[in-house]
């Protein structure tokens, strides 16, 4: 069946078409699940140069490594259908999901794993550099900028510890506070103490010269030599979908996003509804979500078979 063509009715259908997803679908394949993955085609990490810290993976280009996958799990007669779920409704046994297309197919358990949107801050120059020399994840890209001059940004209460997890990569780290506010005595001592600089005021703009960043400049006119700008920003959920079913994102325990949460095994609230990845864990990276998407599947394989058991049982 081509990408894009869907039947009627699925086993289980997997919003989302990254490592967590493919993952998901891939186990769920294999045990002779009928599964479509539904993509929107928006990855992401697609901005970055490639995918660190996944053993045996290690820089493959973002795009490569779900071409891959989307390989993969064809040869075991998944599906991949491209388009946007706008709502999923229903209940266990025969969910509907429906896509801004028009098209809508039927599901028994549905597989959630549609990450997260990074909400960057207005500051000129961050989107247009975004994974490229503005950065978040120093397990991402920690190494690619070693002994460069590292500008924080400071967008919410984890720029302190951001820092320092930069500061093992950098001699040369400096602190923007921008409108955040004085840093708590603690952190400014720890800051301190591992020579990371801090800059008050708030901050205007990137400077940048060709294709990268030179500094950062300050509303007051002041420019700080910078080579890379760390941004933690803030982490939403893509699930907006699953509204209608009564599922909501919520705020995550570290102050960073929001996102939906679940039981050990992506269970979540709602029966028949598993989530995996980003959308649940807001600092899972490649290899974490595609585990947590296989993981997810088994237990969604697992649900079925007892099901299945249970009506065989009845029918006998």
Not at 89 to 94: A, D, E, H, L
Not at 105 to 111: D, E, I, Q
Not at 217 to 231: E, S
Not at 271 to 287: F, P
Request: proline letters at 4%.
């Amino acid at each position: 069946m081509k990408d894009g063509a869907m039947k009627d009715a699925y086993d289980v259908v997997v919003v989302g078409g990254a490592a967590a997803g493919l993952s998901g679908a891939l186990v769920l394949a294999r045990s002779r699940r009928s599964v479509v993955v539904v993509d929107a085609g928006q990855p992401r990490n697609a901005p970055a140069e490639g995918v660190h810290g996944l053993l045996a993976r290690e820089g493959m280009p973002p795009g490569e490594l779900l071409e891959r996958g989307r390989d993969e799990i064809r040869q075991y007669g998944a599906e991949i259908a491209t388009g946007t779920v706008e709502a999923v409704t229903g209940g266990v046994g025969r969910f509907a999901v429906a896509l801004t297309d028009g098209r809508t197919v039927t599901a028994r358990r549905v597989l959630v794993a549609t990450g997260l949107v990074d909400e960057l801050p207005e500051v000129d120059g961050v989107r247009e550099r975004w994974g490229r020399d503005v950065v978040h994840c120093p397990y991402c890209h920690g190494w690619e900028v070693r002994d460069q001059a590292i500008g924080v940004l400071a967008t919410g209460p984890m720029a302190a510890h951001q820092a320092l997890l930069f500061r093992q990569l950098s001699d040369d780290v400096t602190v923007f506070v921008n409108d955040q506010g004085a840093l708590p005595k603690e952190q400014a001592e720890q800051l301190a103490a591992r020579g990371v600089a801090v800059v008050e005021g708030a901050v205007e703009a990137l400077e940048i010269s060709g294709d990268r960043i030179t500094g950062v400049r300050l509303v007051d006119g002041t420019t700080i030599p910078r080579d890379v700008v760390a941004v933690g920003a803030r982490m939403s959920a893509r699930v907006e979908f699953l509204a209608p079913l009564g599922i909501k994102p919520v705020e995550h325990p570290s102050g960073m996003g929001t996102h939906v949460p679940c039981d050990p095994t992506g269970r979540t609230d709602v029966a028949g509804v598993w989530i995996a990845g980003n959308a649940t864990d807001l600092s899972a990276q490649v290899g974490a979500a595609a585990a947590a998407g296989a993981f997810a599947a088994a237990q969604i394989n697992t649900d079925l078979v007892a099901e299945e058991a249970r009506s065989a049982v009845a029918a006998r």
